[in-house]
């Protein structure tokens, strides 16, 4: 079923599975409230529920919640399909007081009966361990890592991990491209929000970067890195990023403080969405119905 979020994330991945597509019709009411009719039979069904919770996350998660009770009312049993599962940045309290807003999404699924959950590139392992019904992450990096390398003539490029949440990630980007990595250190000011980016020095003069990353929602990350490399004589710089959240003027901003490329996936459905993540949630998909 696609939910309203993704109809052509989830018009691929059915095609890509050879399944049909749930006979749903979504509307919304002139104030925004969602209205599901469903024309099919349910009972019995194993749905696959695609709905991606980019902004606005609260809405696309309620799309998500209205869909998923029905459907297992019904008796069908969901597995909800989140490319991009909003809120994974929240699972943590930083600082005293603070809500661990991802337990909380985990337990409303559970409550509306989803079974099972799979998604893309999950912020972090920490944030899986929240959930108490089977959830897997699959990784977008190799088809990332293999757009980035056949699309673009890059010249010794040098893949940067911007902080330490990203380090894994990027250094599986780098051993898939054949290029060496380094790590940055990023430090968030935990009330302002704003980022202090380090590195110890790198030899990237006559050389292209590329720095790989989770999500790019407002860019601070991304600028913060690039302004080191720039300073460090980088050639061209690239981003490579799962979710291409990017709000507001984001890309205006990086392409101004000197970031030459971005590319994501279709996660979220963005113009930088380059890599189709259907295609690595395919494959893991199929090994479960074997
Ligand atoms: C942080 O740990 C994430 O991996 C990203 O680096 C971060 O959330 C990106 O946000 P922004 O684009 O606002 O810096």
């Given at each position: 079923?696609?939910?309203?979020?993704?109809?052509?994330?989830?018009?691929?991945l059915a095609?890509r599975m050879n399944i049909?597509?749930?006979?749903?019709?979504?509307?919304?009411?002139?104030?925004?409230?969602?209205?599901?009719?469903?024309?099919?039979?349910?009972?019995?069904?194993e749905?696959f529920?695609v709905?991606?919770?980019?902004?606005?996350?609260?809405?696309?998660?309620?799309?998500?919640?209205?869909?998923?009770?029905?459907?297992?009312?019904?008796?069908?049993r969901?597995h909800a399909i989140?490319p991009?599962?909003?809120?994974?940045?929240?699972?943590?309290?930083?600082?005293?007081?603070?809500?661990?807003?991802?337990?909380?999404?985990?337990?409303?699924?559970?409550?509306?009966?989803?079974n099972r959950v799979t998604t893309v590139d999950?912020?972090?392992?920490?944030?899986l361990?929240?959930?108490?019904m089977p959830i897997y992450s699959v990784s977008a990096?190799p088809g990332?890592?293999?757009?980035?390398?056949?699309?673009?003539?890059?010249?010794?490029?040098?893949?940067?991990?911007?902080?330490?949440?990203?380090?894994?990630?990027?250094?599986?980007?780098?051993?898939?491209?054949?290029?060496?990595?380094?790590?940055?250190?990023?430090?968030?000011?935990?009330?302002?929000?704003?980022?202090?980016?380090?590195?110890?020095?790198?030899?990237?003069?006559?050389?292209?970067?590329?720095?790989?990353?989770?999500?790019?929602?407002?860019?601070?990350?991304?600028?913060?890195?690039?302004?080191?490399?720039?300073?460090?004589?980088?050639?061209?710089?690239?981003?490579?990023?799962?979710?291409?959240?990017?709000?507001?003027?984001?890309?205006?901003?990086?392409?101004?403080?000197?970031?030459?490329?971005?590319?994501?996936?279709?996660?979220?459905?963005?113009?930088?969405?380059?890599?189709?993540a259907t295609e690595p949630l395919a494959a893991y998909l199929k090994t479960l119905a074997e």
């Open positions: 079923m696609a939910g309203p979020s993704s109809p052509e994330f989830a018009a691929k095609k049909p597509l749930l006979a749903v019709t979504t509307t919304k009411f002139p104030d925004f409230e969602t209205k599901y009719r469903f024309d099919e039979k349910l009972s019995g069904l749905v529920l709905q991606s919770t980019y902004p606005p996350a609260d809405t696309h998660y309620m799309e998500l919640f209205l869909a998923s009770h029905h459907l297992s009312q019904e008796g069908a969901v989140i991009y599962l909003g809120y994974a940045r929240q699972g943590k309290a930083y600082l005293p007081g603070e809500i661990v807003s991802l337990g909380i999404i985990a337990h409303l699924l559970r409550s509306v009966g989803v999950m912020h972090s392992a920490e944030g361990a929240l959930f108490s990096i990332l890592a293999k757009y980035v390398k056949e699309s673009l003539r890059l010249t010794k490029p040098l893949v940067i991990a911007p902080d330490h949440g990203s380090q894994k990630r990027t250094d599986a980007f780098a051993s898939l491209y054949g290029a060496e990595s380094v790590h940055f250190t990023k430090k968030r000011d935990k009330i302002t929000g704003r980022i202090k980016m380090e590195t110890n020095k790198i030899q990237v003069k006559g050389r292209d970067a590329i720095i790989v990353d989770d999500v790019i929602t407002t860019g601070g990350t991304i600028a913060a890195a690039t302004e080191l490399l720039r300073k460090y004589g980088a050639g061209r710089i690239v981003s490579a990023c799962v979710h291409a959240v990017l709000l507001g003027e984001t890309l205006d901003k990086l392409a101004k403080v000197g970031v030459d490329e971005i590319i994501g996936t279709n996660t979220v459905p963005s113009k930088v969405s380059k890599v189709d």
